[in-house]
């Protein structure tokens, strides 16, 4: 891992957790850590209430857009978190892995979004501590 290390964090529409965490980490850590997210399948926009959770902690997603899942990103990132994209994501050794459970938010109303995004802040604080 380097002075400043690169996580990615993938899940399947890229629309909701990932972009969560990103935003998380982003907030979290500043520059001192390269985030990176991206969707097995990615949706054509990210998700509203996702963004209205995350604009509830004070913190702007609505501009991050889905992308798709490229090797060359997972070979460049040192971190690679996975939120329920299976076996989607490629595998290269020498690369710290980590699935997180979480649900996805897809269609739930903001009410079952907090929690989700609750986790995920508590997930990439034990993440920055570790990195």
Not at 12 to 31: F, I, K, P, Y
Not at 34 to 59: H, K, L, T, Y
Request: hydrophobic share 45%; glycine share 8%; aromatic share 4%.
């Amino acid at each position: 891992m380097t002075d400043r290390p690169t996580v990615l964090f993938v899940c399947v529409h890229n629309a909701g957790r990932s972009q969560m965490a990103a935003g998380w980490l982003e907030h979290l850590a500043g520059d001192r850590v390269r985030v990176f997210s991206a969707g097995s399948e990615p949706a054509d926009r990210i998700n509203a209430v996702a963004v209205q959770a995350m604009a509830e902690a004070g913190i702007d997603i609505a501009g991050a857009e889905p992308a798709v899942l490229e090797t060359d990103t997972v070979r460049e990132s040192d971190v690679v978190i996975t939120m329920g994209c299976g076996d989607a994501c490629p595998v290269f050794p020498g690369k710290r892995y980590e699935d997180w459970m979480l649900e996805d938010p897809a269609g739930l109303p903001i009410e079952q979004v907090r929690p989700i995004r609750d986790a995920i802040r508590g997930r990439v604080e034990q993440l920055i501590a570790s990195l």
